[in-house]
């Protein structure tokens, strides 16, 4: 069993650094997560669900701007982007230069 031990530490120590920071990251980001959610189940709803229409509003917006949604949502935003600008048309507009 000690032989296994050792080989499986010598395994741990050849593993880059790199891995172990993106490792830790990824644990804070986790920690960061469940402590903003444990404080989200205490806030009133109402202002709860008001944060989480405004961001995802944002967050969809600038998807349907710039173009560069997911891609299961691409059907979505194709019905819904004639309704509104994007960068494309903006950049069009910009070249044409100014209107007599």
Do not use: C
Request: proline share 7%; net charge positive.
């Amino acid at each position: 069993m000690l032989l296994f031990a050792v080989s499986a530490l010598e395994k741990v120590a050849n593993v880059p650094g790199k891995i172990w920071l993106n490792l830790g990251i990824a644990l804070l980001i986790f920690m960061g997560v469940v402590y903003v959610a444990k404080q989200a189940a205490q806030v009133n709803k109402i202002w709860l669900a008001i944060i989480v229409f405004v961001v995802l509003t944002l967050v969809g917006f600038h998807w349907i701007y710039s173009r560069n949604e997911p891609k299961f949502l691409t059907p979505l935003v194709d019905k819904i982007a004639p309704f509104f600008p994007s960068a494309a048309s903006y950049g069009a507009k910009q070249h044409d230069g100014p209107q007599p």
